[in-house]
């Protein structure tokens, strides 16, 4: 693509690698030169390692005396940064001889690779100032000092990066100035000769996913063993496992007779000529390690060459001796030593010919090759093969037919080639990997298997299928021994795109040119934007030009138009992009630019606005827009609260407060801050239940703010709020006082009189004042027959004219007016359903199911289920434990008490942690009859007695009563009778003082078994 990056970049963030290279010894040199040679000496040294450092990508940003200092990835990102500039280095630190008089030099060298700024000042060249800004540069220069001359000292970031390309010695942890940690420092020593999967990647995974595409593999390779020459054209992005795929046809083949050759191509060797099959000859005949062989080494490895190639050679070549491909091959290798003149035959030859007669020798060996035995021959990376190869690779392809050979050809998207469409040919493309093969990829990378089920599910989600990504970010999440940050904490900088992926992200982009602008400021609108917005933001440029930038992005892969191109709708091809592109803004730009995002939401989206307040709050947040930015958090808590959309909203408003906290003190800061935190109670409320520490918490904060700015209808939520709590709790005397203080000033304003009542009533009901409470529900249930609940104000909390209606069963059942109460329960529950309010419904279906009916509990199992799937569907958790606890007692009812016991054991676990303790005494009552069902009497007695205790303690004693027949019960049970006549009589005495028909009679009853039982 023809698109040179922008000649003067804004300023940006990036990854870059340093170079620092420092010329040893030049003291000294100043000393003994003339000043006029010295300074020959030095421009021609300059020179050099400028020649050296663009050669291999990088470029020199400025010369300091004698240092040079040089940027890799700057202005354009490569994938392999790191890795040329290690070349560079290695390059550079082999002696320097400058001119044929002068005496060889010798350099130090420093790299490392971090996080910098880096700006216009680039563009003079050579400026005073450091241009880039950030710690690497520093550490780069400290490396330069610590190494000996000679040595290239790499900083471990830039080690990693390089993986196992080159061979590194540990220069052990060293203190550097600057630094307040000893830093790890290694000394590169040399390049290897190896595949980069092998280098660069994993290899240890399970191959996941690609049952259809190995199957595709192995039908070819079938037909090539059997003499019919095949080729697999594998494509697919960077990482989506190409290699991988490759590399498991290899393992399957290996285990026949066959060959297996692989040939990569090089980014750093696009133009060498042949450098692929040389690589592997150079690797084959050991002609050495690194890339620049001795001249002893060169004799040798020609010899070795010869005898390899020799006999394959002189069968395949035409009239031309086997000697002289291998003289050739042996000079493009760059081995010196070769033998004498009259050896080799190609010098003779003009260059042409020269060159068709070294492929149709290389196109020969692998025919040779193939005929030994079925070959697997893989050439890797192809995007990078160099010209003369890609010719060999034509000439293969062509003549192939009849070879017993499989060619599997491995490249990125861009590769062009003109045989694809050959009947030998098939195109394999590799896509992402599905979410649950993602899932358990994460869970098979080392780490990957303790991290909890949501930060797997955010992996997958920003990895997009790609295994690359999801390898690398479930590396980064375990090292960071974190989980990534909320979406709206802005934790979205370049730290949290994986450091091995940001240069290969940053050079797709870097590659498109010009439109790349724009999608660092579509990164800021969000993974997903319309051209409409976009143009909004971008306003000085015609949308008609900014769509066909668009369509350069979508035609270089980074983005994907959504629903048809025609829709306008764009977005990022993977998060990990979004996120680069997002990375490289300066902190100052992103808030400019978010500003200008809620603007235009603001001004010309009012739909988004209103429908996705979030969205304009998050923008408004990055903007540090603060004031809108709370307000907005507050409308998009509102917006999720009222879809029930509870942790949502929580964090809105948990937002909302934190952003609060940078406005300077006010009473209008105060008003919002109470706004958010009554907002936030009731919410935490329905995700904790009403008496968890962390409903409390809100509401203790909220107190001071209400008191400073509240108005009555704060005051009245926070009382009741409070007495919610305190009610949860069964910290009834407190519930009893905040009831009462509730009423008073609900009475004194004239407002909210039926939820007044109401709760006095149902504390006394609890606390079995059974004729109090019938008086004060009586009460609230006339104010609303006089005017019906206003249902906005329902909330949270649940209806009060239903609590009223199916508390008061309780209350007349127990007076044994069963008709009434069950008339009572009945209408609560279908007023509920007409509201059609999910919380009011849950709560009377679980209070139907709980409140004990004359003869004890609903028996009907079906009801509970019905109970438990709704409040899990509505996501009522604590109304969804009590349901269970129901459903438990009705197994228990209906003959399996022990798989009753496990599930009301959970149940009370579950409530147990949510602080919440009413209906404790009832809770324990039903797992005594359990245990009694069981006949483990001593255990159901320890319960019973568990279940008195906390009644006197927290006054909740309508289920004394029955606690006590219960107990007298199983006293007699154990033979134990006069204790157990003693309680019973307790039983009566009780039930008769608190009014209770129904336990009276119970009692009675109970009394006149044990008279019968004789003694
Ligand atoms: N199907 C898969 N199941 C499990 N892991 C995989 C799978 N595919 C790839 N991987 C892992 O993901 C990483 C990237 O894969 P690989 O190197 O094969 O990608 P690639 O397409 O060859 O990329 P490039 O274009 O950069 O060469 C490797 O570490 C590999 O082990
Ligand atoms: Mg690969």
């Known amino acids: 693509m023809p698109n040179s990056p922008p000649a003067t970049p804004p300023a940006e963030r990036r990854a870059l690698t340093v170079m620092f290279c420092d010329l040893v010894g030049s003291t000294a040199l100043s000393a003994r030169l003339d000043p006029e040679d010295l300074r020959d000496l030095l421009a021609a040294y300059q020179r050099h390692v400028t020649a050296v450092v663009e050669a291999a990508g990088g470029r020199v940003a400025r010369y300091e005396g004698d240092g040079v200092l040089a940027y890799f990835g700057y202005p354009a990102a490569s994938e392999d940064d790191a890795e040329s500039a290690v070349r560079a280095g290695l390059e550079l630190a082999a002696r320097i001889r400058l001119g044929a008089d002068t005496e060889p030099l010798s350099v130090r060298i420093g790299i490392a690779t971090g996080v910098v700024v880096v700006g216009e000042l680039m563009r003079s060249g050579v400026a005073d100032n450091p241009p880039v800004v950030g710690e690497t540069p520093n550490l780069a220069a400290r490396l330069q000092a610590l190494a000996a001359p000679g040595m290239v000292l790499v900083a471990d970031a830039t080690r990693r990066l390089t993986g196992r390309l080159f061979d590194y010695r540990d220069g052990g942890l060293r203190p550097l100035e600057g630094f307040a940690d000893p830093v790890r420092v290694w000394c590169a020593v040399g390049a290897r000769v190896t595949s980069r999967f092998r280098a660069l990647r994993s290899h240890a995974l399970p191959l996941l996913g690609r049952d259809a595409a190995m199957a595709a593999l192995a039908d070819r390779w079938a037909l090539a063993a059997r003499g019919s020459g095949q080729v697999v054209l594998v494509s697919g992005e960077p990482g989506i496992g190409k290699s991988r795929l490759v590399q498991a046809l290899a393992e399957r083949v290996r285990q026949r007779p066959a060959t297996v050759v692989r040939l990569q191509c090089s980014p750093h060797h696009e133009s060498s000529v042949l450098h692929p099959i040389l690589e592997r000859l150079r690797g084959t005949a050991r002609a050495g390690r690194t890339d620049g062989p001795g001249d002893a080494a060169g004799a040798v490895g020609v010899r070795r060459l010869k005898r390899l190639l020799g006999r394959r050679v ?485 209806s009060q004219h239903v609590i009223s209606l199916a508390f008061r069963a309780g209350v007349l059942f127990a007076f044994g007016r069963a008709e009434e109460g069950q008339a009572s329960m009945t209408e609560g529950v279908a007023l509920a359903r007409r509201m059609e309010h999910p919380l009011s419904i849950a709560l009377a279906l679980v209070t139907e199911l709980l409140t004990p009916i004359p003869g004890g509990l609903n028996p009907d199992l079906a009801r509970a289920e019905e109970a438990v799937r709704f409040c899990a569907h509505h996501r009522l958790g604590n109304f969804e434990t009590w349901a269970e606890f129901a459903r438990g007692a009705i197994v228990a009812r209906r003959g399996d008490p022990r798989e009753a016991l496990k599930i009301m054991g959970a149940a009370v676990e579950k409530v147990e942690a949510m602080s919440s303790r009413l209906f404790r005494p009832v809770h324990l009552a039903t797992l005594a009859s359990a245990y009694a069902r069981l006949g483990e009497l001593d255990q159901a007695l320890l319960l019973v007695d568990q279940a008195l205790a906390t009644a006197a303690r927290t006054g909740e004693r309508r289920a004394d009563p029955a606690l006590r027949r219960l107990r007298g019960e199983l006293l007699l049970a154990i033979g134990r009778r006069d204790e157990a006549e003693h309680e019973l009589q307790q039983a009566l005495a009780v039930a008769r003082s608190q009014g209770s028909k129904a336990e009276h009679m119970k009692a009675e009853e109970a009394i006149a078994r044990l008279a019968r039982r004789q003694p």
């Not at 003289?327 to 030859?349: F, I, K, N, S, V």
């Not at 994907?560 to 979004?578: D, E, K, M, W």
């Not at 009403?690 to 209400?706: D, H, I, K, M, Q």
Request: charged share 25%; glycine share 8%; aromatic share 4%.
């Open 314 to 798: 002189a069968a395949a070549a035409d009239g031309v001796a086997a000697d002289g491909a291998v003289g050739l091959l042996a000079e493009l290798m760059g081995l010196t030593g070769l033998p004498a003149a009259g050896d080799a035959q190609g010098p003779r030859l003009d260059a042409q010919r020269k060159r068709e007669l070294l492929l149709e020798a290389l196109a020969s060996i692998v025919d040779r090759l193939a005929q030994v035995r079925p070959l697997l021959l893989v050439l890797e990376d192809a995007h990078w093969i160099d010209p003369t190869s890609l010719q060999l690779l034509d000439l293969v392809v062509e003549r192939m037919g009849g070879w017993p050979m499989l060619l599997v050809v491995t490249c990125r998207p861009e590769l062009q080639a003109d045989w694809r469409s050959r009947p030998h040919v098939v195109s394999i493309k590799v896509e992402p990997i599905g979410a649950d093969d993602a899932e358990t990829l994460v869970r098979h990378v080392p780490g990957g298997e303790n991290l909890p089920a949501t930060v797997v599910r955010g992996i997958v989600a920003r990895s997009d299928g790609v295994p690359l990504f999801i390898e690398e970010l479930t590396k980064a999440v375990v090292d960071a021994a974190a989980p990534p940050k909320s979406p709206h904490s802005d934790g979205r900088n370049v730290a949290n795109v994986p450091s091995s992926l940001q240069a290969s992200l940053l050079a797709r982009l870097d590659r498109i040119g010009r439109p790349r602008d724009l999608a660092r400021i579509a990164a800021a609108l969000g993974r997903q934007f319309t051209l409409d917005q976009l143009s909004a933001v971008v306003e000085d440029r015609h949308p008609e030009e900014l769509r066909g930038e668009l369509q350069r992005l979508i035609d270089a892969d980074l983005m994907v138009p959504v629903a048809s191109p025609s829709s306008g709708t764009y977005a990022f091809r993977h998060a990990l992009i979004q996120d680069a592109a997002y990375g490289s803004l300066l902190r100052s730009e992103r808030r400019s630019l978010h500003g200008r995002i809620a603007a235009a939401l603001e001004g010309r989206f009012p739909e988004i606005a209103a429908g996705q307040p979030e969205i304009v709050a998050a923008h408004c947040t990055k903007a540090e827009l603060w004031e809108p930015a709370v307000r907005h958090w507050l409308g998009a808590g509102n917006r999720a609260a009222r879809g029930w959309a509870l942790a949502e909203a929580a964090e809105h408003y948990t937002e909302g407060i934190r952003i609060a906290g940078n406005l300077p003190a006010s009473p209008e800061r105060q008003r919002l801050e109470l706004d958010l935190h009554m907002a936030l109670g009731p919410v935490t409320m329905g995700m904790r239940g009403y008496a968890a520490e962390e409903s409390l918490e809100v509401y203790r904060r909220a107190e001071p703010l209400v008191h400073a700015v509240g108005d009555v209808s704060q005051r009245l939520m926070l009382t009741m709020a409070l007495y919610n709590v305190h009610y949860g709790r069964a910290e009834l005397t407190e519930a009893l006082a905040a009831a009462e203080a509730y009423r008073d000033l609900a009475e004194r304003h004239g407002t909210n009189l039926g939820r007044a009542y109401g709760l006095l009533a149902q504390t006394h009901a609890a606390m079995a004042a059974f004729g109090d409470a019938e008086r004060e529900f009586q009460r609230s249930l006339d104010v609303f027959t006089r005017a019906p609940e206003d249902l906005s104000t329902v909330g949270v909390f649940g």
